[in-house]
């Protein structure tokens, strides 16, 4: 028989009903229902996960985890949507059953209780700075040259040979991303300067791709997204960079319990 465990998606302050808040028909990861699990002020929403009863490939593994976020964020949405502002908890937390959780939520349910009364009506805005197209290939260029270089050097006198042709390769490259590091830099701190009047708080987050870009999450009331959005969008950005503005999204990169290590993927309860 394969083992039953529990997701956690996000909690929610408690209604005044006896049966919790969710939808009806709301479904999680692999489409199972969600329920609520009620403690003291906090109401929890959960669901069973089956895990696979046979080993999946790599392909798979990486599909199901990108079907699991996607679903797991969709449910936090939802959560957004009904008014109050959950607190979305960490991909991937799993419980043993429903007591499991309850303890872990019970351990920690005041920390939690004050997170989710500073949260109410904030949600969060994200902005994703990048080089355009243009920028990109023009900042290649100089590398794309320097990996064809056959002048002399003049110094040795002697064409370049393969190894000092890779070397000047990727001090041009070097250079390239530095600067366009620093261009990304400085319209983001345009953009946060012209926005600042929403933000409460701001975090920034670590890049995680190959290519340069900059994002900001910041923490605002719920009803200034639209001017927000507009704010942000007035500021110009050139022709060589771009600017993405998300949300509003549930406050995932300001919900770290006290004492706990900042993190921007949601509150965890699991460790």
Known sequence: MTAMSVHLYCMLPRGSG?????????????????????????EAWISNVTPPRAMPTEGAKGQQLISGVKAH???????????????????????????????ALEQRVEPVSRVLTALQGLIEMTLLVTPSTRRMLRDLEPAFAGAGVSEPDEFEH????????????????????????????????????????????????ETVTRMPMLTLSHLIERGAADAYRATAAAVPTGQELRVLVIGPRAPYSFCALPNTATGSHGMNLAD
Do not use: W
């Not at 709301?26 to 002020?41: E, K, Q």
């Open 73 to 103: 964020d969709a449910v936090v949405e939802t959560a957004l949507d009904m008014g109050a502002t959950p607190v979305p908890a960490r991909f991937g937390q799993r419980f043993n059953d429903d007591d499991a959780c309850r303890v």
């Open 18 to 42: 006896d049966s919790g808040s969710v939808p009806d028909g709301l479904s999680g990861i692999d489409g199972a229902p969600i329920r609520a699990l009620l403690v003291n002020g906090v």
């Open 158 to 205: 002697e064409p370049l040979g393969p190894g000092r042709t890779y070397l000047e390769f990727l001090r041009a490259k070097g250079a390239a991303v530095s600067e366009m590091r620093g261009a990304l830099s400085r319209l983001a701190e345009r953009i946060t300067t012209a926005v600042g009047v929403f933000v409460r708080r701001s975090a920034e987050h």
